[in-house]
C-alpha cells in the first residue's frame, strides 16, 4: 500500500496532461483569442506565441499532469482512494501554479484582471477534471 506505481502514475499523468493540453487549447485558441490577442498587443508581444512557445507549453502541461497524478498517489493513503482525493490534488496543483501565478501577474499589472481571472476559474475546473481523469487510471501495484 505503500508503494507508488509509476507506471500508473505516468500513465494516469499523460491522460491528465492531454485533458489539461485540450482544455488550454479551448481556453487560448477559442475563449479567449481575441483578449489574448489584445493583450499581447498592449505588451507589444507578437499577436500569437510562436510554434516553440506552445511545444514548451504542451511538454510542461504534460509533466504537471504526472505531478499531479504523483500527489494524488502521494496523498490517497491518507485520504482514500477517489473522486475526493483527486480533486484535492488537483485543487493543491491549480493553488500552486494557477492562482499564484495569476495573482502575481495582476500585482505586476500583465495582464487585465478578467482575463487573469477568466484564466484562474478556468484553470480550477481543468486541474481538477484532469485529476480526477488521471487518478482513474492510478492504481497501486
Known amino acids: 500500500m505503500n508503494n507508488i506505481n509509476v507506471g500508473r502514475v505516468l500513465l494516469g499523468g499523460l491522460l491528465a496532461g492531454l485533458v489539461m493540453n485540450i482544455g488550454e487549447f479551448l481556453l487560448n485558441a477559442v475563449v479567449l483569442a481575441e483578449p489574448m ?3 499581447f498587443r498592449r505588451l507589444n508581444l507578437p499577436p500569437e506565441p510562436s510554434g516553440r512557445t506552445i511545444a514548451i507549453w504542451v511538454v510542461l502541461t504534460f509533466i504537471l499532469g504526472i505531478a499531479i497524478v504523483y500527489l494524488y498517489a ?7 482512494v477517489g473522486v475526493k482525493t483527486a480533486i484535492c490534488a488537483g485543487s493543491l496543483a491549480w493553488f500552486f501554479v494557477s492562482l499564484y501565478v495569476g495573482l502575481s501577474f495582476l500585482a505586476m499589472g500583465l495582464f487585465s484582471t478578467g482575463l487573469t481571472v477568466t484564466g484562474m476559474v478556468w484553470a480550477f475546473f481543468e486541474y481538477t477534471i484532469a485529476a480526477v481523469a488521471g487518478a482513474w487510471l492510478y492504481k497501486e501495484a
Open 74 to 80: 502521494l496523498i490517497r493513503p491518507r485520504l482514500g
Open 37 to 39: 490577442k489584445e493583450e
